[in-house]
């Protein structure tokens, strides 16, 4: 198959292949998505097939509009206060499906669905034309690091899906949180840009059990640390910024050829002779550049050590660091040990 780049002059010619059954990726503000047609289970089936990922886990309903969401799902009143103080935007929302209108496919056998509607008008133009929502995991094989520049969706998917709706790099960087508003109170099932601090003036105390998604995808066999996001070296957090002179020390030490995943004020400390990849400035760039950054050592596989920057888990710190954590196994430096 031919894997064809659309843009806005050719975005109808995407909404066809949507509407015909076909797996076209999509730009959000968050990554990007590999989007098919979310009433036909056929379709949806090719893009797990797609992305290597077990058919079990439920996928993202991603709309043009809220109207569409009230075809497939009650809308509670506090879920439509969501949606008009943070649609579009990176705010995922699980409520209850009307039953038999979205196939078992899609809500993984659940009586719930998650809603998006995602900021990048391209697309929701795309979803408009098609005329029916599309399911929107990450545009990442299964494990990888997201895609957030229609280059890694190429990378990933080239060959494999019909199309890829391009739309430059994506802004936020780390998906969108998700909470679920059929229980009480309402949880956050994954961090991103909106934090609980912002929703919890609308509905109330949040509970933030970060472990739910994904918790189908927990190690199997003992000993065998759960990656996602992972790139092919292993990743190793740097903690605090005081402890980059010994974590290089110990990286060196290991003779295993290292690089460095950091934002410029401590790239600027680090000797030239280090292969680094630059997070940008302060936390908002190196959550936009993190997967970049992650895909960036996988193009240069004489690295199989990564030392890489964390943040302090408040606000997008939260999000940047649930990646940073999955994609290390939770690996850290430990300046006592060393
Ligand atoms: O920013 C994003 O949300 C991106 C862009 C492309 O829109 N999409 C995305 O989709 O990250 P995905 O499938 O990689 O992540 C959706 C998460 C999954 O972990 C899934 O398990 C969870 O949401 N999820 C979906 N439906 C659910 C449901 N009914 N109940 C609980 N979790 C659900
Ligand atoms: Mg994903």
Same mark, same amino acid.
């Given at each position: 198959?031919?894997?064809?780049?659309?843009?806005?002059?050719?975005?109808?010619?995407?909404?066809?292949?949507?509407?015909?059954?076909?797996?076209?990726?999509?730009?959000?503000? $968050?990554?990007?998505?590999?989007?098919?047609?979310?009433?036909?289970?056929?379709?949806?089936?090719?893009?797990?097939?797609?992305?290597?990922?077990?058919?079990?886990?439920?996928?993202?309903?991603?709309?043009?509009?809220?109207?569409?969401?009230?075809?497939?799902?009650?809308?509670?009143?506090?879920?439509?206060?969501?949606?008009?103080?943070? +649609?579009?935007?990176?705010?995922?929302?699980?409520?209850?499906?009307?039953?038999?209108?979205?196939?078992?496919? @899609? $809500?993984?056998?659940?009586?719930?669905?998650?809603?998006?509607?995602?900021?990048?008008?391209?697309?929701?133009?795309?979803? &408009?034309?098609?005329?029916?929502?599309?399911?929107?995991?990450? *545009?990442?094989?299964?494990?990888?690091?997201?895609? !957030?520049?229609?280059?890694?969706?190429?990378?990933?998917?080239?060959?494999?899906?019909?199309?890829?709706?391009?739309?430059?790099?994506?802004?936020?960087?780390?998906?969108? $949180?998700?909470?679920?508003?059929?229980?009480?109170?309402?949880?956050?099932?994954?961090?991103?840009?909106?934090?609980?601090?912002?929703?919890?003036?609308?509905?109330?105390?949040?509970?933030?059990?970060?472990?739910?998604?994904? *918790?189908?995808? !927990?190690?199997?066999?003992?000993?065998?640390?759960?990656?996602?996001?992972?790139?092919?070296?292993?990743? @190793?957090?740097?903690?605090?910024?005081?402890? +980059?002179?010994?974590?290089?020390? +110990?990286?060196?030490? &290991?003779?295993?050829?290292?690089?460095?995943?950091?934002?410029?004020?401590?790239?600027?400390?680090?000797?030239?002779?280090?292969?680094?990849?630059?997070?940008?400035?302060?936390?908002?760039?190196?959550?936009?550049?993190?997967?970049?950054?992650?895909? +960036?050592?996988?193009?240069?596989?004489?690295?199989?050590?990564?030392?890489?920057?964390?943040?302090?888990? !408040?606000?997008?710190? @939260?999000?940047?660091?649930?990646?940073?954590?999955?994609? *290390?196994?939770?690996?850290?430096?430990?300046?006592?040990?060393?």
């Amino acid at each position: 198959m031919e894997t064809k780049l659309f843009d806005r002059d050719t975005v109808a010619t995407a909404a066809q292949l949507i509407a015909a059954g076909e797996v076209v990726a999509f730009p959000t503000e $968050t990554v990007y998505g590999l989007g098919a047609d979310a009433t036909d289970p056929q379709a949806a089936l090719k893009v797990y097939a797609a992305k290597h990922r077990p058919a079990d886990n439920p996928l993202i309903v991603t709309v043009a509009d809220p109207a569409m969401v009230a075809r497939f799902a009650t809308i509670t009143p506090a879920a439509q206060q969501l949606m008009d103080q943070f +649609w579009p935007g990176p705010l995922t929302i699980i409520l209850p499906v009307l039953p038999g209108r979205l196939s078992k496919v @899609v $809500t993984g056998g659940l009586d719930t669905a998650a809603f998006r509607m995602p900021a990048n008008a391209l697309t929701r133009e795309m979803i &408009r034309l098609a005329d029916r929502p599309i399911v929107g995991p990450s *545009a990442n094989l299964s494990g990888k690091p997201s895609g !957030t520049r229609p280059e890694h969706v190429l990378h990933d998917f080239d060959g494999a899906i019909a199309g890829i709706l391009a739309d430059g790099p994506t802004q936020v960087g780390v998906e969108s $949180t998700v909470i679920d508003m059929t229980v009480q109170p309402p949880a956050i099932l994954r961090p991103g840009e909106v934090t609980p601090e912002m929703l919890e003036p609308l509905v109330g105390e949040v509970a933030t059990d970060h472990h739910k998604v994904g *918790a189908k995808e !927990t190690p199997k066999a003992p000993g065998m640390k759960y990656k996602h996001y992972a790139p092919t070296a292993q990743v @190793v957090i740097v903690d605090h910024p005081a402890d +980059w002179p010994q974590a290089l020390k +110990w990286a060196a030490a &290991r003779q295993q050829p290292f690089g460095v995943l950091a934002t410029d004020p401590v790239l600027m400390t680090l000797p030239a002779a280090v292969p680094t990849y630059s997070l940008g400035a302060d936390l908002p760039a190196a959550a936009r550049n993190l997967f970049a950054g992650l895909r +960036w050592f996988d193009l240069h596989p004489t690295v199989t050590l990564i030392l890489a920057e964390a943040f302090a888990p !408040t606000g997008l710190g @939260v999000a940047y660091m649930n990646r940073l954590l999955k994609s *290390a196994g939770n690996e850290h430096f430990n300046p006592d040990e060393n």
